[in-house]
């Protein structure tokens, strides 16, 4: 799979969890579901991050802006 079609997965996967913390966060819970709601979010947020904090560092890899034994040259084209 080429690294541009990992990081288009990538972002895709971040723009899903930030429309599920939207509907969490615009839904009404009743009180005893409202604790659960939040951890929800929480969880929502946190894979969010980190989905968009790989699609960056995948997209420096991609440009070749890594410094000099940050990673090393990768090929852009990544075994399934």
Request: with cysteine; net charge negative.
């Amino acid at each position: 799979m080429h690294l541009a079609a990992i990081i288009a997965e990538l972002e895709g996967a971040a723009q899903q969890e930030a429309a599920g913390i939207h509907v969490l966060e615009t839904t009404r819970f009743e009180p005893e579901l409202g604790l659960v709601a939040e951890r929800c979010i929480a969880s929502a947020r946190e894979r969010a991050d980190a989905l968009a904090q790989a699609a960056r560092r995948l997209r420096v890899l991609l440009q070749g802006d890594l410094a000099p034994g940050d990673v090393g040259r990768a090929s852009p084209t990544v075994s399934a």
